[in-house]
């Protein structure tokens, strides 16, 4: 980490990882407790690349909102936003889905997702997974669970 730091001049491969001011506690705490190569590979999905990009071009405060009219937003409400889009966006691929028994089982899985009850953090460092999400960001690949 010091040296992809040092040389970012040189190579810039660290914004690829999505290692930043927004994600640098995060990834620091994985990396210690043992992820390795999944730090990255969960760092760099495109979900977390756009809240941390919006985050930082923010300068750490996002944007008015009515719910806290009076001060800009922390980045938990950009997170909630984030979280918000992704699963209309999810939402909407479910619809496409033509098998009956396939769409209901996606919906079982939204509504786990929707409800705080995911259970199965174990793919979400699943390598494999986080391999193919990132070569087909726009497929339902990652959230097979």
Same mark, same amino acid.
Request: aromatic share 12%; with cysteine.
């Given at each position: 980490?010091? #040296?992809?730091?040092? /040389? ?6 660290? +914004? ?6 927004? !994600?640098?506690?995060? !990834? ?10 999944? *730090?990255?590979? +969960?760092?760099?999905? &495109? ?5 941390? /990009? ?18 800009? *937003? ?16 999810? %939402?909407?691929?479910?619809? /496409? ?8 089982? %996606?919906?079982?899985?939204? #509504? ?5 009850? +995911? !259970?199965? %953090?174990?793919?979400? +460092?699943?390598?494999? !997974? ?5 070569? #087909? &960001? ?8």
């Amino acid at each position: 980490m010091v #040296n992809a730091h040092v /040389d970012v001049a040189k190579d810039p491969y660290v +914004f690829d990882l999505n290692v930043n001011s927004c !994600t640098y506690n995060i !990834t620091n705490f994985l990396l210690r407790a043992g992820k390795g190569e999944s *730090t990255f590979l +969960f760092l760099a999905q &495109p979900a977390l690349k756009e809240y941390a /990009d919006e985050y930082n071009n923010s300068g750490g405060l996002y944007g008015q909102n009515l719910k806290y009219e009076a001060e800009k *937003t922390s980045k938990y409400a950009l997170l909630d936003e984030k979280i918000n889009i992704y699963l209309k966006r999810l %939402w909407s691929k479910i619809q /496409d889905i033509k098998d009956k028994n396939d769409k209901m089982q %996606w919906v079982k899985k939204l #509504n786990e997702i929707r409800s705080g009850n +995911f !259970t199965n %953090w174990k793919i979400v +460092f699943d390598k494999d !997974t986080a391999k193919k999400a990132l070569k #087909n &960001p726009d497929s339902l690949i990652g959230l097979e669970f």
